[in-house]
T-cell receptor, first 114, second 110 residues
Framework: KAGVTQTPRYLIKTRGQQVTLSCSPISGHRSVSWYQQTPGQGLQFLFEYFSETQRNKGNFPGRFSGRQFSNSRSEMNVSTLELGDSALYLC?????????????FGPGTRLLVL | SQELEQSPQSLIVQEGKNLTINCTSSKTLYGLYWYKQKYGEGLIFLMMLQKGGEEKSHEKITAKLDEKKQQSSLHITASQPSHAGIYLCGADKGYSTLTFGKGTMLLVSP
């Protein structure tokens, strides 16, 4: 079974631009979670989607948004990029998103904002 | 909110030596995950612990969750260069939401 895939792997943007990142979960997984990883803050939860519905959201500004499609693929969007948005963005998938399941992570998208 | 504290922050061990990484929670743990990360890459799932007193092993890595479910330890026996990386513990908060510790960076010297 193919693992979680994320595209693109690397991205360079300038302040004020917007960016869209994509995540394809493991086949059969319906829950997709997004995380931001920075040296200062570590790994922080952004949001989680299950069956096209956002069930949980972390403490991030409204510039960060996401969605999930009927095939469980998910995208996250960051508008009006700031320098501090430079980070590794990771997505993870699980079957139902319950606490008894393992979340499998993708390789991440590294975003650099100049 | 729940916080996870990992110790040590980093360690260097000689190849062949044993080591232990600790993860302490400010609240009761209902699901504790251990992941390994190579710098700048995704997280590799190691183990998940749910029950107090539970212990799991995979190859040379053993993880335990204490009876009170507020601390977990990860023990590596006879470390190898392939064990080098960042070890992260994560606590389940429901709906596939994990809160993570800051990580422990492990270097294995030959």
């Amino acid at each position: 079974k193919a693992g979680v895939t994320q595209t693109p792997r690397y991205l360079i943007k300038t302040r004020g631009q917007q960016v869209t990142l994509s995540c394809s979960p493991i086949s059969g997984h319906r829950s997709v979670s997004w995380y931001q990883q920075t040296p200062g803050q570590g790994l922080q939860f952004l949001f989680e989607y299950f069956s096209e519905t956002q069930r949980n959201k972390g403490n991030f500004p409204g510039r960060f948004s996401g969605r999930q499609f009927s095939n469980s693929r998910s995208e996250m969007n960051v508008s009006t990029l700031e320098l501090g948005d430079s980070a590794l963005y990771l997505c993870a998938s699980s079957v139902h998103g319950t606490g008894e399941e393992t979340q499998y992570f993708g390789p991440g998208t590294r975003l650099l904002v100049l | 909110s729940q916080e996870l504290e990992q110790s040590p922050q980093s360690l260097i061990v000689q190849e062949g030596k044993n080591l232990t990484i600790n993860c302490t929670s400010s609240k009761t743990l209902y699901g504790l995950y251990w992941y390994k990360q190579k710098y700048g890459e995704g997280l590799i799932f190691l183990m998940m612990l749910q029950k107090g007193g539970e212990e799991k092993s995979h190859e040379k890595i053993t993880a335990k969750l204490d009876e009170k479910k507020q601390q977990s330890s990860l023990h590596i026996t006879a470390s190898q260069p392939s064990h080098a990386g960042i070890y992260l513990c994560g606590a389940d908060k429901g709906y596939s939401t994990l809160t993570f510790g800051k990580g422990t960076m492990l270097l294995v010297s030959p």
